[in-house]
């Protein structure tokens, strides 16, 4: 990670609100290139500063798939409180696609499992981009498909075609 892209990142979590800002408004303007700090950009999401979580929502716009060794990070970020949170992770999984296999267990909790209706829209979504390697995922989107939720079990019904074809 280059060295200003590595300040940035450890600016994101500073105490000091304008070093946050800073950093999220720099590295909103990088597009893919911010891709190393997306698990820091997923979190700061979530700042309690508006600002903040302004730019860090547009860099995670701009980001393009994050990097694979942040899946593990990414997977458990799905279980915070926070919805925001929730909704990134489960974005940037699932523009990893069949590279995310790994995290369909957590994507279909997030799916059924009580979470935000933005953050399990959002997961069922993710799955249907990972595809068939998303098939464990089949019986909670089956579930899904089923909800009071149109967007969800809209979202599940894709899903599921895009996994068993």
Do not use: F
């Amino acid at each position: 990670m280059p060295a200003d892209l590595a300040q940035c990142v450890a600016d994101l979590s500073d105490a000091n609100p304008a070093k946050r800002l800073q950093a999220a408004e720099r590295l909103s303007q990088l597009g893919c290139a911010a891709a190393p700090a997306a698990v820091a950009l997923v979190r700061a999401s979530g700042d309690e500063a508006e600002e903040v979580r302004e730019y860090a929502v547009a860099a995670l716009e701009e980001l393009g798939p994050p990097r694979i060794e942040d899946l593990a990070h990414l997977t458990a970020l799905l279980g915070e409180q926070r919805s925001d949170l929730g909704y990134w992770a489960a974005t940037l999984l699932g523009r990893l696609g069949d590279d995310a296999a790994s995290a369909v267990p957590a994507l279909a909790n997030a799916v059924v499992g009580g979470h935000d209706a933005a953050v399990s829209q959002r997961a069922a979504w993710a799955l249907g981009r990972i595809g068939p390697a998303a098939a464990p995922a089949v019986d909670a989107l089956k579930q899904a498909a089923v909800t009071g939720d149109p967007r969800l079990a809209q979202l599940a019904q894709r899903a599921i075609e895009r996994i068993v074809g």
